[in-house]
């Protein structure tokens, strides 16, 4: 059972319990001066590991005779992941287990961890008309990072007594955005009556620079024409975001045929993606376009058109509603030389 308690010379309480895996009393702060607060805390921190041990999360185990299965599901178990990430874990250990076996930890080695690099180096996947496309770099980084980080809490909680993955590095890749003019032709194709609601959609995700399961979750009530605000439900940060509604988004919402409640349309991604393509492969036929886009470059086409338009990192940032404001700097934002000596040039006064 959970405790709370506060140590001497401290301003904040702390929740005590017994850590079932490492056989030894652990806290974490309760974030709170307020005893009443901790105690509350304590409390639901206690119900919250019954209810775990009830469901089996908690695997009664020996030392060293836990598998590689069963140790993602203890990890699972004692951390609040996202569902997106969960899903990653989740395919990152099936590669893992495909090339090494569901193992017991303690038999995996450091030439496992070599071997799991050497198999996505190799790893090949069939792409687009049975071409073959190996796995990109940041793919591989992606898996490593998350097995990474899974051996690294087996360690912490010495189920195992070192880490055998080697992380590959994240490639940092130029923004594949769509150029202007040929944003505005594939807006243009979508005028067929048929069309409208795939093209308002289509359009509304360039504006705001939504992130598809953004807009696919966006509400009616999101929308305030008065103080010209929108919320945007972040689901990647797991927070709710607020942008301007700017001139050019306000007036195409403002044609939109928007519901008065609830979510804005019914669609699903496939869906959404499959009518975008289909407009574009006529164009590729008719030489009018060169290239196909996804919908995910109208993120990053508008984005770099804000860019390119001089509007400040700061205030890209928040319109993109970047984590970092680093990302926004090496991905959107690009000093122009010739610029940049002339304005310093501009200062100088020798």
Known sequence: MAFHYKPPHSKTWRIGFYDD??????????????????????????????????????????DRSIKL???????????????NT????????????????????????????INFNNFLNERTRKG???????????????????????????????LIKENIVEKFKVEKKQVETIPVEELKIIFKAFEGVNLKKNRDLIMLKYFAAYRAEELLSAKAEDFNFNTRIIKINNLKANRVDEIPMV???????????????????K???????????RVQARLIKKKIISNEYTLHQLRKARGTDLANQGVSPLFLHKFMRHE?????????????LQ???????SKLKI
């Open 21 to 62: 895996i490492t056989k030894k009393p652990k806290s974490i702060s309760a974030k709170t001066r307020s005893e009443a607060e901790a105690k509350r805390k304590a409390k639901d921190f206690s119900a919250e590991r019954r209810l775990n041990i009830q469901q089996n999360h908690y695997l009664k185990t020996k």
């Open 69 to 83: 299965s069963e140790g993602l599901t203890l990890y699972f178990s004692q951390k609040k992941l996202k569902p």
């Open 86 to 113: 969960i899903q990653i874990y989740k395919l990152a250990v099936k590669h893992f287990i495909y090339v090494l076996g569901d193992k017991y930890l303690y038999r995996y080695s450091r030439v496992d961890g």
């Open 128 to 158: 687009a008309k049975n071409t073959q496309q190996q796995i990109s770099q940041n793919t591989k980084a992606n898996y490593t990072r998350h097995i990474y980080s899974l051996f690294q809490w087996f360690v912490k909680n010495k």
């Open 247 to 265: 001139d050019d988004l306000y007036h195409h919402l403002k044609q939109m045929d928007l519901p008065k409640s609830g979510k804005i349309t």
């Open 267 to 277: 669609l699903n991604y496939q869906g959404l993606r499959s009518v975008f393509r």
């Open 324 to 336: 970092n404001i680093k990302t926004t700097m090496d991905y959107y934002i690009k000093v122009d």
């Open 339 to 345: 610029k940049m000596a002339a304005e310093i040039n």
